[in-house]
Each structure stands twice: as C-alpha cells, then as structure tokens.
C-alpha cells in the first residue's frame, strides 16, 4: 500500500468511547463497565476536548481517516451513537473516500443501530467476533453466540461494504483444532479484512491472577506459533495476504488507519487513554474515564503525559513501529520523518538482526523476514 500521507497535517483521527457490558477476563483497555448512565456525561465532554482541540487549527481538519475504537461503542443507543456520529460531523470535514470506522460487538449491533451509522457514512466496520468456539467465548467472557456473528454478517452485508473480523488464539484451553475451524469460518464468510491476535496476559486482568493461581494454564508456546503460521499460510491461499504482523486483508482492503500509525503520520485522538501524536510530539490523556471527564469539566487539560522524542528516538520508534508492516520499512521515510539514516544510526543492531537472519534489506527497504516474524517484538526491543 503506499505512503498516502506527506504532510504535517493530521488526518486522521481516533475516537475512544470507554463504554462496555462488563469487562471481559483478559481486557486491560481503559473502560468502564455496567455504567451507561455516565455516557451523556461522556459525550459532552469528548465535544469539549475536540474544541478545545481544534481551536489550534485555522479550519476543521479534513480526515482521511476516523475510527471509533473501544470499549464497545455500539453499546449506545441509536440516539446516543447519533449524538457521538453528530458530534464528530461538527467538528470534522471527511476527504472524499474516506474510511470511516467503528468497533462493533455482535451483541447489541441493532438494525437501527446498523441504520444510524449507514445515514452518517460510516463505511467500514471492525466486529470483536474473537472466536467461532461457543466454549472459547465464554471462557474470554463474551455475551454473543457463533450464530449471532453469523446473522450480523448476513444483515450488514448490503450497507457495509467493508468489514474486518478480530480473532483471537492462543486462548487458554484453545486447541488448534478449535483455531482452525475458527478461521475457516471467518474465510467462508468472506469479510474484506482479519485480524488475528494473539491473547495476552495483562497484569491486573482476571486472567492474569487466575493463571497467578495456577487455575489458568497458557497455551504451549509451540501450539501458539503453530496456530500463527498455519493462520498465514491458510489466510494467504485464500486470498487474504497478511500485509502486517497481525493483519490480513483482500486486496486494496488493508485499514487505511493502521497504516497511518504504522508510517509514522500524524493522528489526532480523543476520550480516555487515547493518545496522539501532533507536531512530534506524542501526548496522552489520562486513562481513568472519571479523571478524563472531571478534568476535561474542569476546564483543565486531560493530557496525563506527553514524550517529547529527540530526532533519534523517533527514528528508533519509527522503525520498530513499521517493522510491523510487513511490506517493511521505508529507509527513505525514517529519514525524511527523523533527520536520521537509519543504515548509520542502526548500525550494529542491524548487523546482529541480519546473523539472526530476523530481517533483510533491499535498496529502498528493511524487513522481516518469515522467521523474525515470529520474533517480532524481540527485534522492536532491540532497536528501540
Ligand atoms: S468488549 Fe472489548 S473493550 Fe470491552 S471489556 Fe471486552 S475486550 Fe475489553
């Protein structure tokens, strides 16, 4: 896909909406569960922030990009997702083509719902589907049933034409069996993008002091990789080439909005713990909803933290972020975007990565190779 974005200017933008049914075992996302009653409160004050936030533009910036991530933010009604959907027309101009996104879970994706984000041009639609195991569903505490994924799909697919599926493996309990047939359903109901992760174990989540307990066991690190590999290589014989770590997509279908992150553009972003990054710098708000709200009443910045990186940090970050990107690094970019040639300051890094023979080098890019793949994370650490 190529570098769409040149400028300074941000154009995209990420929209948090903290609202949840109840907190799943394994989530860590800065949400609030069992309170709808605070989501009048919430969208009041995400206006104020946008204000107050655009106030530094001469014009409302025009987006390539929108996404409203979560939490759950079909969690509101229709008249509240119009409230948010109107919000975001106010203080937006969306560019011609634009992909407009939101995080949807099958359970409570109403047709009236459905309805109200077709009249606001909502475009593309990630479902939190996870599994297509009723028993791996329930272990990662979510409400909806196979069959209901199923229905959803079969109601968006005249006034959505571009849904991405999130799934999850290595979920403890989950056999590779059981990921398989997951995945070969996704393929059979042909959405335009997959993403696959891999669960976590996040301090502070249930999963992470049930398995402190030894009441949890962790998948095999061997069956992970298996589920991983076997993911790419079904994937990509059925017409879904993986174009980033955990991303998948039919062809011209990769999200527009990742790869705003992954190229090191500028983005805005609102809501609690969401973070952007603006003129080199990357501020975020605090992450407590409550904090976010009172402070933002307050008339006081809900900025918790901001990193202000030298040029070679940035390089540094830059390149452990696109690295992901499977098409790989742009040497050229990192040093339009940082001053730096990433050939120099990496030298030895570099060196060490290639004898691992975790990635490989071509005139104008740096990437992983099939086996660094696998050891992504490892090669971020080392260059950051
Ligand atoms: S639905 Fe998503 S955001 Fe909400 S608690 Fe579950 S994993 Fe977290």
């Not at 409550?290 to 006081?300: G, P, S």
């Amino acid at each position: 896909m190529k570098d769409i974005y040149d400028d300074n200017q941000p154009r995209s933008a990420y929209v948090h909406v903290p609202f949840c049914l109840k907190r799943c075992s394994y989530c860590d996302f800065s949400i609030i569960a069992g309170r709808d009653d605070l989501i009048p409160r919430y969208l009041q004050a995400l206006e104020l922030e946008i204000s107050q936030c655009l106030q530094k533009f001469d014009q409302s910036p025009q987006l390539d990009t929108l996404f409203i991530g979560g939490g759950t933010p079909t969690l509101l009604s229709p008249t509240e997702l119009e409230e948010l959907l109107s919000i975001l027309l106010r203080h937006f101009r969306l560019a011609q083509g634009a992909e407009y996104t939101i995080e949807a879970n099958p359970d409570g994706l109403s047709i009236e719902k459905q309805q109200v984000l077709k009249q606001f041009g909502v475009n593309r639609i990630s479902l939190g589907v996870q599994s297509f195991d009723a028993e791996i569903l329930k272990r990662l505490d979510r409400k909806h049933s196979p069959q209901q994924v199923i229905g959803i799909l079969e109601q968006l697919s005249s006034s959505m034409p571009n849904i991405s599926l999130d799934l999850i493996y290595g979920v403890p309990g989950q056999s590779l069996a059981s990921w398989q047939q997951t995945i070969q359903q996704a393929i059979q109901l042909q959405p335009a993008h997959i993403s696959t992760y891999a669960l976590t174990f996040e301090k502070g989540t249930s999963f992470w002091s049930q398995r402190s307990k030894g009441k949890l066991k962790q998948v095999e690190d061997l069956c992970e990789i298996e589920m991983y590999q076997w993911t790419v290589e079904t994937l990509q014989a059925s017409g879904y080439p993986q174009y980033e770590i955990s991303n998948f997509a039919r062809p011209e279908m990769e999200s527009r909005h990742n790869c705003a992150y992954w190229t090191g553009q500028p983005y805005l972003a609102f809501g609690p713990g969401a973070s952007r990054f603006v003129d080199g710098t990357r501020s975020t708000n605090h992450r407590s909803p409550f904090t976010w709200m009172k402070r933002i009443e307050a008339d006081l910045s809900p900025i918790d933290y901001t990193d202000d990186l030298t040029s070679e940090q940035r390089a540094r970050e830059l390149f452990a972020i696109g690295l992901g990107y499977l098409q790989g690094v742009e040497k050229s970019r990192i040093e339009r975007q940082s001053g730096h040639r990433i050939e120099s300051l990496l030298e030895n890094e570099l060196i060490n990565l290639k004898q691992k023979g975790w990635i490989e080098e071509t005139e104008q890019f740096i990437r992983l190779t099939s086996e660094g793949k696998l050891f992504a994370d490892a090669v971020a650490c080392e260059v950051i």
